[in-house]
């Protein structure tokens, strides 16, 4: 039985402060994000090779606001494009760093995913996972292969895009299933056990006060 999640994007992984001191204010973009990656960034040769595919990247933010220990979380990409993700986002990406309660820049931990498109022409899209906030435990937790029964039931393999809302609380407020654009009862059952094991650590306003996101992820249910 395998099971496959993608978030946000649409990927797996985790990412939180971990070991990092906990930031009173998190860490903001400068300038659009769209910007650090785009479609003139695609290789010719990655697109004579038809390399294409999305990835989930994570890294360390300085206090400086700059980026390192740039790895990908998930991939469907090929190594390459991975690797020139990593070297743009290194180039480019800026931030206002992560602050304490007193105010001082602090190192964080940031996320984004990237997906390299082919069709209907070559594209790059770069994307904030969950609207900012970060999750608070491994999603490969929040839906396992033992799963597989109680949300398929007889219904058989699915692959579900779930649209989710994340109150400022942390916790998932709202979240539709699709199969194909439309809502099915797969798609709700994974839903509804996504939201009994799902958490997140909501990004902050300017006064500190914790705001909603919404996010997207993707779940491949397969039975071999």
Known sequence: MRVGIRAAIAF???????ALAAPASAQTPKG?????????????EAISAKMQGALRVTFTITPQGG??????????APPALVRWS??????RAEYDPARTAAGAAIASTGELTIEWNLAPAPNVVVRIPFGGAQPLTDLM???????????????????VEMLIEIG??????????????VETETGRQSCALLATRASFRQPVDASGAPIATRGRMVMIWRHP
């Open 168 to 181: 400022t609380d942390g916790r998932i407020s709202a979240c539709k299933g699709l199969e194909a654009g």
């Open 12 to 18: 797996a992984g985790l990412s939180s402060f971990g």
């Open 141 to 159: 937790g929040w839906l396992t292969p033992g799963d597989y029964g109680l949300v398929t039931g007889e219904r058989g393999d699915a692959t």
């Open 86 to 91: 990593c070297i743009l986002l290194s180039e």
């Open 32 to 44: 659009d994000i769209a910007t650090w990656i785009t479609t003139a960034d695609y290789p010719a």
């Open 67 to 76: 980026i390192a220990d740039c790895r990908a979380l998930y991939s469907s």
